[in-house]
């Protein structure tokens, strides 16, 4: 197997573990429009918000939310 072969059956092999366990493939079934507001803030506030790699404002972080819904 070539690196590229390795990586792609690692992703798959994760994709279909959370299928098997029923982890929801995107937030459209557990996330509601009106929870978006909430959560985003919710993560503005969150301590471990100025370690993540690259800052997000709560309007990046609500654009965030809905791309995954």
Known sequence: MSQEEYRKAAVDA??????DVGIPAD???????EDVQFLAESAVADACAPGNP?????EDI????????
């Open 14 to 19: 994760v994709k279909k573990l959370s299928q």
């Open 27 to 33: 937030l459209k079934q557990i996330v509601k429009e």
């Open 54 to 58: 690259k800052d997000a404002g709560l």
């Open 62 to 69: 609500i654009a965030l939310y809905k791309a995954l819904m």
